[in-house]
């Protein structure tokens, strides 16, 4: 175990995986386990997220497991009450829930945008709004919300309400991070690029390669400059990195978690 995140209090949502495999959350609440966090591990999915718990506790690690829908403000506040109510602080608020629907602008219809933007952003925005205070009240904290390398490049796929909703997390983050700069509030935005996960094998296979999903991680792997996509590990220390004394002076930052991909001109 180590000791770079020792005593601190963290509240992960999307802890849990979405499918067999790392998820980003599941991964970033781990090794904020085994970094010595005290992990307040958040999923709409309970099931996900005691697989993550269990995880931490054959590893001697601390951490708590709460079903929530964090596009819903009572649920959000109910969340913090109980987090602060089982472990008496906050001083890690990571952001990782979202999800992927595929539609351009034209086919999208607009309960689709209000879904997508409630979950991926709005959520976001009531978790900050109800953990801050406290991290206020307590001198200070750090808030890591994951965005995409989507919120700043057009990657090829047809998806506009995860542009839009990845680019507003981008703007929401440096909001917070120059309002709280002063109160020893740090908020940091991770962008990863093409990263094999569970979450992209649902949604995006039959874009890619009509359902094969194998086909769709070559695919995949041969547009990342490094040769293949990262991984839910690679999120994972950049948000250790970011919510350790180690990134004390970073704030209204944008990581980019991508292999060189938003470096490349074609």
Not at 26 to 54: C, I, Q
Not at 55 to 80: A, F, L, Y
Not at 103 to 127: C, H, P, Q, Y
Request: hydrophobic share 40%; net charge neutral; charged share 20%.
């Amino acid at each position: 175990m180590g000791e770079r995140l020792k005593n601190k209090v963290a509240i992960v949502t999307g802890a849990g995986s979405i499918g067999p495999g790392w998820g980003n959350g599941k991964a970033t609440a781990v090794l904020f386990a085994r970094e010595g966090g005290k992990v307040f591990a958040v999923d709409l999915n309970p099931a996900a997220a005691e697989e993550t718990k269990s995880i931490i506790d054959q590893e001697g690690g601390v951490c708590t497991v709460m079903k929530v829908d964090v596009s819903r403000p009572d649920e959000v506040k109910s969340m913090v009450d109980q987090c602060i109510g089982t472990f008496g602080r906050i001083d890690i608020l990571h952001n990782n829930v979202g999800i992927v629907v595929l539609g351009g602008l034209a086919e999208t219809s607009e309960e689709t945008w209000d879904r997508v933007m409630s979950i991926n952003l709005k959520s976001m925005f009531l978790t900050c709004k109800y953990t801050l205070p406290h991290m206020e009240r307590e001198g200070g904290g750090v808030i890591t919300n994951i965005s995409s390398v989507a919120a700043v490049r057009y990657i090829g796929i047809p998806y506009i309400t995860y542009y839009a909703s990845k680019a507003g997390i981008l703007g929401l983050t440096q909001g917070i991070a120059l309002q709280y700069a002063d109160k020893n509030i740090r908020a940091n935005s991770i962008l990863p690029g093409l990263m094999d996960t569970p979450l992209i094998r649902e949604p995006l296979k039959d874009f890619y390669a009509a359902g094969d999903i194998q086909k769709m991680i070559e695919i995949r792997n041969k547009k990342c400059p490094t040769g293949k996509m990262g991984d839910a590990w690679d999120v994972a220390h950049a948000a250790l990195f970011l919510a350790s004394d180690e990134a004390k002076y970073i704030t209204g930052a944008q990581i980019v978690v991508d292999g060189g991909l938003t470096c490349r001109a074609i």
